[in-house]
């Protein structure tokens, strides 16, 4: 658990290295975009994976009742809620499960809420299967991004589903009690369903904390199906393997109806073996993690408010994502982007992509060794100087 080691992922087919030429247009980048962590897995994993590696047998897999149980058992201990191991469904992804749920709760033409700047797969997942994008555009307010409730109100008149990223990517705001409540009386007043992406749900922050939108109350549980998964949590995101959790039997039907339909309900080995493991025994390398996620964004937020003051970074509750606000710079995306990878040999995530909100942003991932970062604020420092 040597966070500090620098481990070599070129030539993994890793996405975060091996695809920077494509990426950057340069392979000599710092990558800090894609969001995942330059750290090893926890060692229960891959003692998990050596152990099966030995049996040597690798076929077809089921979720068995182990696995559903250690799921259940952790949601109930990290987030108080209390699921029950039939409600869960296996997918090949969160993005994956997203766009089954689209397809499962609405018909095309049907308009569906997202809030950007946000993770930007969502945009794809409603365009492609000809669902109506619907922007609720959100602002920054006390130091986070906040949600514009009176536009919500009058948006979800219409639309039929609400795509809510809980906690948010990518300015890592953690929603509170009030704030879920208001989303949940919105969506019951006006008959929407509510995809809650959870993905990022471990990686919250003292003293905020994650509330899943489903365990508010029985009628909100009752509209809402939650996505999640031990990828981010634990990076093991390469085995794409995460799970959808609804508590409604006619929700269960019709979500299980599409997966179904697309015979992706599948387990992948590794990946529930992973993830089992990862539930049951990494809670110690999980709370090792997070004290130096935050040790790392501390240095980088103190190292920006002192050095290169142009850009203002929103402190995140949640998620090693850093939201860098560049506006003052008044430059062109393209200029800023430029300013990023050309000038400083940094390969950030181009705010623009996240939709309406992004621009004159960069998310930065700083989930890499304090070395690494180090030198990456270093570099950025002298392109601005
Ligand atoms: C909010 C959010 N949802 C989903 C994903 C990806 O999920 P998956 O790889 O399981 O499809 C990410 C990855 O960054 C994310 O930030």
Redesign the pocket.
């Known amino acids: 658990m040597n966070f500090d080691q620098q481990l070599d992922r070129t030539g993994t087919k890793c996405e975060k290295y091996d695809n920077r030429e494509l990426i950057f247009g340069r392979e000599d980048v710092i990558p800090m975009w894609?969001?995942d962590m330059d750290f090893a897995a926890p060692e229960v994993v891959i003692e998990a994976f050596r152990k099966r590696l030995e049996h040597g047998v690798l076929g077809y897999t089921m979720l068995d009742s182990s696995c559903r149980q250690a799921i259940c058992n952790w949601i109930s201990q990290q987030h108080d809620w209390n699921v029950s191991p039939d409600w869960i469904s296996l997918?090949?992804?969160?993005?994956?499960?997203?766009n089954l749920a689209i397809q499962a709760f609405s018909e095309p033409g049907d308009e569906v809420i997202v809030q950007p700047p946000?993770?930007y797969?969502?945009f794809a997942a409603v365009k492609n299967n000809n669902r109506k994008l619907i922007y609720n555009q959100l602002k920054i307010k006390h130091g986070r991004l906040e949600i514009d409730f009176e536009e919500l109100e009058r948006q979800a008149q219409k639309a039929r589903l609400l795509l809510l990223?809980s906690p948010?990517?990518p300015g890592g705001s953690v929603w509170t009690m009030q704030e879920l409540e208001r989303i949940a009386e919105i969506c019951i007043k006006n008959d929407l369903i509510i995809l809650s992406?959870e993905?990022?749900a471990d990686i919250v922050f003292n003293p905020a904390r994650h509330i899943p939108t489903a365990s508010i109350s029985s009628e909100t549980a009752s509209r809402t199906i939650t996505?999640m998964?031990a990828?981010?949590t634990f990076n093991i995101?390469g085995l794409?393997?995460?799970y959808a959790i609804t508590s409604d039997p006619d929700m269960q039907k019709r979500f299980k109806g599409e997966l179904a339909k697309t015979q992706v309900g599948y387990c992948n080995l590794f990946g529930i073996l992973g993830l089992e493991a990862a539930y049951r025994d990494g809670h110690p390398w999980l709370e090792k993690v997070m004290d130096y996620l935050k040790t790392n964004i501390d240095f980088a937020i103190d190292y920006i408010n002192q050095n290169i003051p142009e850009i203002k970074v929103l402190r995140p509750q949640a998620?090693y994502l850093l939201w860098l606000d560049c506006r003052q710079l008044g430059l062109s995306q393209s200029d800023l982007v430029s300013l990023f990878v050309d000038k400083a040999g940094v390969g950030l995530s181009n705010g623009e992509i996240f939709g309406p909100g992004g621009e004159g942003f960069m998310r930065m991932n700083l989930a890499c060794p304090k070395s690494t970062l180090e030198k990456a604020l270093q570099q950025i420092k002298l392109a601005f100087d």
Not at 91 to 98: I, Y
Request: hydrophobic share 40%; charged share 5%; proline share 10%.
């Open positions: 894609v969001a997918t090949p992804g969160v993005v994956p499960g997203v946000v993770y797969p969502f990223c948010h990517n992406d993905i990022h996505f998964s990828s981010k995101a794409s393997t995460a998620t």
